[in-house]
């Protein structure tokens, strides 16, 4: 078994602890990145929300992106288990 290394990842001003394979650590920034951008863009199209909303709104538009794109990958398996724990985390605060 491959052993995982901790890291800190931030998602739309929130600090969140994960553990990756070392070789997956650029492709979960790289992916971090396009998310925050995201968060950000849809900050400025729909002022007034909250940031759960943006991030929900980030997350459907993961989902609807076609496989070809790029967006998604063979490790989407792994990023979708973070983004469920991100999303319990979330819960927990809320």
Same mark, same amino acid.
């Given at each position: ?8 990842? /931030?998602?739309? =001003?929130? !600090?969140?602890? /994960? ?7 650029? =492709? ?5 990145? $396009? ?5 950000? &863009? ?7 929300? @909250?940031?759960? @909303?943006? /991030? ?7 989902? $609807?992106?076609?496989?070809? *794109?790029?967006?998604?990958?063979? !490790?989407? =398996? *792994? /990023?979708? $288990?973070?983004? &469920?724990?991100?999303?319990? !985390?979330? =819960?927990?605060?809320?």
């Amino acid at each position: 078994m491959q052993e995982l290394m901790p890291i800190n990842i /931030i998602v739309a =001003d929130r !600090s969140y602890r /994960i553990k990756i394979t070392p070789e997956d650590e650029e =492709d979960v920034r790289g992916r971090l990145k $396009t998310i925050n951008e995201k968060v950000v &863009e849809f900050k400025t199209q729909f002022a007034g929300k @909250d940031m759960q @909303d943006y /991030i929900a709104m980030v997350l459907l538009w993961f989902a $609807t992106q076609p496989k070809e *794109s790029g967006i998604l990958s063979p !490790s989407a =398996d *792994s /990023i979708r $288990t973070s983004l &469920e724990k991100m999303e319990q !985390s979330l =819960d927990s605060v809320l």
